[in-house]
């Protein structure tokens, strides 16, 4: 569904991004893991269109993404849930999930996600008319994550989804990930947790100063020495 081939991003001078090759196949939950700076974050940005790659290939099922402006990308069936949650603070619960809908013009099927998105997260049921910005950190994270699936993507990038959160939360937060990819949705996840990325992970990257240094399966990489020690306390 999604192939990245020798992807460079650019800094002004300094190269962030240094010629990464990955694909998430249909049906699939992929994480990249690496530290803070690795380039995770400018590689999720190049992908939705935020960040303009130096060289390099996108292709969503088949069609490059590089020259298409990120609103368009939406429209194409990708949406990302941003590093820090990004909702809009003073707009309702309901307000930001519509805003989330803005690429679409179907109003039965905007109704019908929306129902969808308040059984996936009865919390936002709960509080649709309540200030997105007096919600607990836990509970934006959950708008930020219902806002994206509004677009109905057909691949959800998710940006360090547990940053934050209290450890019952993390558990949450993890558990509607695999509930969300169950029901067809394709994700990207990019996270600090390693041990609890590569627990749900089809397959995964490990990317280091802006390279890819270790793929595999989430099993092996959980059990790989070098990633254990690097990451997983071992």
Request: zero cysteines.
């Amino acid at each position: 569904m999604l192939e990245v081939t020798d992807l460079k991003v650019n800094y002004g001078m300094i190269q962030a991004i240094k010629g990464i090759t990955f694909t998430v196949k249909d049906g699939e939950i992929v994480t990249l893991i690496g530290a803070n700076g690795a380039g995770k974050t400018t590689t999720m940005h190049a992908i939705s269109g935020l960040l303009k790659p130096a060289s390099g290939s996108i292709k969503l099922d088949g069609q490059e993404l590089t020259k298409v402006p990120s609103h368009k990308i939406v429209g194409m069936g990708l949406a990302q849930v941003p590093e820090g949650r990004r909702v809009f603070a003073q707009q309702t619960v309901e307000e930001n999930l519509s805003l989330g809908a803005f690429v679409r013009k179907d109003k039965d099927g905007i109704q019908k996600d929306l129902d969808y998105v308040y059984d996936l997260f009865p919390r936002l049921k709960e509080r649709q008319v309540q200030l997105a910005g007096t919600l607990s950190g836990g509970e934006q994270q959950m708008l930020a994550m219902g806002r994206a699936l509004m677009a109905q993507p057909k691949i959800l990038l998710l940006d360090e989804p547990s940053m934050g959160l209290s450890p019952l939360l993390v558990s949450e937060i993890f558990r509607i990930i695999e509930e969300i990819n169950q029901k067809g949705t394709t994700v990207l996840l990019v996270e600090q947790n390693a041990k609890r990325a590569l627990a749900i992970a089809n397959r995964a990257y490990v990317l280091e100063t802006g390279n890819i240094t270790l793929e595999g399966t989430g099993a092996e990489l959980a059990s790989d020495e070098r990633v254990q020690k690097a990451y997983l306390g071992g």
